[in-house]
Each structure stands twice: as C-alpha cells, then as structure tokens.
C-alpha cells in the first residue's frame, strides 16, 4: 500500500493552494513518487486549528498556515508573522529545529518561500507548470498589484482562480484542485470541465459584487468598514473595497458564514498615506492574526456579539493617533 503524506494548507487561499500544491510536486520529485497525497484545507480559528486532528498519516506537511507544534508535522513552511499563537511556541520551535521547517516573515509568499527553500537545499526546481502560479502568489498574497483595479481583474486565469478559491469552496473542492494543481498549469486547471462553469460565474457574482459593495461601505474617518454580518453567506469585498473606496487608509469587513464568522483588516495597498498601525498585532490581540499590512480574527458563528465588539474596537483603534 501507498504510504501517506497529509499536507495542510491554508484554505480558499491562493497562496496556500499554490503552496500544498508545489509541495505536492515536490515530494513526488523527490522524497517518494508513488506516495498517496491527502490535503487538508485549514482555517484559522481562535485557539488551537490542530485541536482535534488527527496527525495520523506516514507523514505530515503544512504550508502557508500557523506553526503546529508537534513534530510529527514533518514538514513546516509559512511567512506569515503571527505563525507561533500563542506566542510561546516560538520556544518549541527554536528547540527542535526540525532542518525541515522553514519560516520567513519577511517572503511575500509561502510558495516563493517553498520554491526558494527546496532549490536551495535539495537542488529541486520548481516545475515549469507551476513558476507562473509562484510568481502570481507572490503577487495576489503581497498585494504587489499597480493600481486596485488591476488587483481585482479577472481576464488571467490566475485572478480567477484566485477568486473562485475566495468564494469558500468546500474543502473537498480544494483539496482535489490541489492535485489538479500539482500536476498541471493554472490554465490548464481553469479550462478542466469541471471549473469552467464556476469560473463563469465569478464574473457574474463580481458584477452583482460591485453593486452590493457600492451601497455597503460606512466611513469612520478614513476607516471604511463593510458590516455584512446580517448577510448570511456574503464574503468580504476584498480589493474590491480599494477600488471602490480609494480614499480610505484601512479597510474593515465582517462576514459570517452558519459556522463562522470572519473580520478581516487591512492597509490600503494604493494610497499615499502610511499606516498608523501593525494590523497583525492588531488582530492577534484580538485573537486572529496576519502581517503587517494585512490581518484577520475567525470567530465561531454563534459570537456575534464578540464580533460586533470586536468591530468597534478595531475601528477605535484604527481611527486613534490621528
Ligand atoms: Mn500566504
């Protein structure tokens, strides 16, 4: 029997399904071709996201999300700056030292961070079929777009994916797009039958998006705040809020799913103003996390009113030391 490799990966997220999809391709280069490959799509949440599961297969990755302090995970690769929650398994880290976990805040990317990393240490190259999709996590994941509007294009098939991943597929839809990925390109992958139609309807949804989002944004100084708390469902408008609100410095959204729900933060990536704040110091002290420019806090879906709370206290926040 095939032995088993689990890679976790940060969910509905470009980077993180370009990362456990590299990695994929990787370890069938060069640890064990005929492994059989499991991804698990994660989601940050307050506490522990590894609380609960299982860490059962032959061996273990994950990529682009928090560090799991275990070293049954093998395998560890993230930039984000809030990776050790709470703070103290920084020590656990730095103890074991697994030559096999790899971390830099300071990469625009986990993928460009795994590409950089396996090149460097196991003389690996990224596979022509996936350079274009680490080049463009670098860029969706730092926000290195020119202008908002060219952030929130759809006519590549690398924005539209990275979409369609944003529109909270489930997690069985991910993990098998990770194989898809692993194995082929991003055009190859958004033209496979079974991602066609969705994609189509990306563009739609993006049409209505821009309509719904108009009418949404309140102003709290140059705070914009998008509160889709009441809209079961809707996501956070993203970029879309820049394109829509050039003149705000920070963007706030509240979005809520049944099971969930999710605040995210961030800076402005287009505007001439500087930050004021550390949104991922921000957020952690709130119980999420994120980088410096941007940051999210996930609560469970029954803490509305935590959530609400939590809003205000960030927009006070954000609007303080003006
Ligand atoms: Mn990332």
């Not at 095939?2 to 990362?19: E, N, P, Q, W, Y």
């Not at 984000?80 to 020590?91: D, V």
């Not at 563009?203 to 140059?222: F, M, N, P, S, Y």
């Amino acid at each position: 029997m095939a032995r088993v490799l689990k890679i976790f990966f940060h969910d509905a997220c470009f980077d993180g399904t370009t990362s456990a999809a590299l990695f994929s391709a990787f370890y069938r280069d060069v640890i064990e071709r005929d492994v059989s490959i499991q991804p698990v799509g994660m989601i940050h949440r307050d506490g522990n996201p590894f609380e609960g599961v299982p860490l059962d297969a032959d061996d273990h990755a994950c990529v682009d999300f928090r560090f799991c302090a275990d070293t049954r995970m093998r395998w560890w690769f993230d930039h984000h700056p809030t990776a050790f929650q709470p703070a103290s398994l920084r020590g656990y880290f730095d103890r074991e030292h697994l030559a096999t976990w790899f971390f830099d805040p300071s990469a625009p990317s986990c993928a460009g961070l795994i590409a950089k990393s396996l090149t460097e240490k196991y003389g690996w190259q990224v596979p022509p079929h996936l350079a274009d999709a680490v080049k463009w996590a670098d860029t969706i994941d730092a926000a290195q777009f020119k202008s908002a509007a060219d952030a929130i294009a759809l006519d590549n098939p690398a924005q539209r994916l990275a979409a369609w991943l944003a529109h909270g597929r489930s997690p069985l839809d991910t993990a098998t797009y990770v194989d898809w990925l692993s194995r082929g390109s991003l055009a190859e992958v958004a033209a496979r039958p079974e991602l066609a139609a969705q994609l189509v309807s990306v563009e739609t949804e993006r049409a209505q998006e821009i309509d719904a989002v108009r009418k949404l944004g309140v102003w709290h100084d140059d705070v914009i705040v998008f509160d889709r708390f009441d809209d079961v469902g809707a996501r956070s408008p993203g970029f879309l809020g820049y394109v829509l609100y050039p003149q705000c410095l920070y963007a706030v959204s509240g979005t809520r799913t049944p099971t969930s729900i999710k605040i995210s933060v961030g800076v402005n990536p287009w505007t001439k103003e500087k930050r004021r704040h550390d949104i991922g110091e921000l957020c952690a002290r709130l119980g999420g996390g994120g980088h410096a420019v941007v940051g999210g806090i996930t609560l469970r879906g029954d803490e509305l009113p935590r959530a609400r709370e939590t809003v205000e206290i960030l927009v006070r926040e954000l609007t303080s030391g003006r």
